[in-house]
């Protein structure tokens, strides 16, 4: 199973995200889901990098992805950091919908 759990501070904006495990319908390598789960975080990550100039912080292992986002961003870079994320967030959300039993979502706001 796959769990995405995404954080969000009080404004709503998504201030780091994880993804744990495998969903394991197909061997390593053909397993079009965790590829397209895999896609989504890591492109989300080279997108803050590459596109927006932010500096995440995160971390790539085996079954776990993890990112944060840095704390000091001003209007701009907060609004075009939450509109990438909320679009991987709606990626993710599509493959729940078609797999449902291997894609667990938790979205909640942290103080």
Not at 8 to 36: E, F, L, T, W
Not at 40 to 63: K, N
């Amino acid at each position: 199973m796959i769990n995405v759990k995404v954080w969000r501070n009080p404004q709503n904006d998504i201030v780091r995200y994880a993804v744990r495990g495998h969903s394991n319908i197909a061997p390593m390598g053909k397993d079009i889901v965790c590829a397209a789960v895999s896609v989504l975080a890591q492109t989300s990550i080279i997108g803050l990098y590459e596109v927006l100039g932010q500096r995440p912080r995160y971390s790539i292992e085996d079954g776990l992805l993890e990112c944060t986002i840095i704390e000091d961003l001003n209007e701009t870079q907060r609004r075009e950091a939450t509109l990438l994320l909320e679009t991987m967030l709606l990626g993710f959300q599509n493959i729940q919908q078609q797999y449902p039993d291997i894609i667990v979502i938790d979205d909640e706001e942290v103080s």
